[in-house]
């Protein structure tokens, strides 16, 4: 059971728009920034979006972040093949002497 | 460009110690800049962060795992490395090398993992 929820699954076709989202509480996501995390099965994960909505450099700009309150969210837009993969959330938690917290993964298929 | 790779046993015997290194090239441990944790992934199961280490060897640990983890860093070598005792069944994940800006802010690169079954 993780501590941040996301959806098991997610699906649409090449060049649709996918929201993913992430559900957490006031001692994650409401006190600390979110990162997302895209990760194909047998390779590194790899960063997406920090700081809730930051993208790293050479991240496509198809991909965005939001927060609010206690939640945040991933979108995709102009859905590509290649973004078939599994897509994570996380967040510190100041609860007990702090740790990072991570969502369940979705699963995003790409039709 | 940074790459981490982890390294150690593919397999462990209940209730011995599973023993991790992770090697950093691209980037100095020593330059303390960054942290560097470990994170597993049982199978089917989700991400969990077992603990972080700064250049100086302070350390950060999932409380839920304290009692049994020890991580440690060899600037010398430019690893760092997870030890965590007394494994049983439940062990058994992929366990991630990675690192971060700050104790609190994301993970910015990540090794691909290495399997871990603890069996006898």
């Known amino acids: 059971q993780s501590v941040l929820t996301q959806p098991p699954s997610a699906s649409g076709t090449p060049g649709q728009r996918v929201t993913i989202s992430c559900s957490g509480s006031t001692s994650n996501i409401g006190s600390n920034t979110v990162s997302w995390y895209q990760h194909l099965p047998g390779t590194a994960p790899k960063l997406l979006i920090y700081?809730?909505?930051q993208r790293p450099s050479g991240v496509p700009d198809r991909f965005s972040g939001s927060k609010s309150g206690t939640s945040a969210s991933l979108a995709i837009s102009g859905l590509q093949s290649e973004d078939e993969a599994e897509y994570y959330c996380a967040a510190w938690d100041d609860s007990l002497n702090g740790l990072w917290v991570f969502g369940g993964g979705t699963k995003l298929t790409v039709l | 460009q940074l790459q981490l790779q982890e390294s150690g046993p593919g397999l462990v015997k209940p209730p011995e110690t599973l023993s991790l290194t992770c090697t950093v090239s691209g980037d100095s441990i020593s330059s303390g800049t960054y942290y560097w944790g470990w994170i597993r992934q049982p199978p089917g199961k989700g991400l969990e962060w077992i603990g972080s280490v700064y250049y100086s060897g302070t350390t950060y640990y999932n409380m839920s795992l304290k009692s049994r983890v020890t991580i440690s860093v060899d600037t010398s070598k430019n690893q760092f490395s997870l030890r965590l005792n007394s494994v049983t069944a439940a062990d058994t994940a992929v366990y991630y090398c990675?690192?971060?800006?700050?104790?609190?802010?994301?993970?910015?690169?990540w090794g691909q993992g290495t399997l871990v079954t603890v069996s006898s």
């Open positions: 990675a690192r971060h800006p700050y104790l609190r802010y994301h993970f910015d690169y």
């Open positions: 700081s809730n909505n």
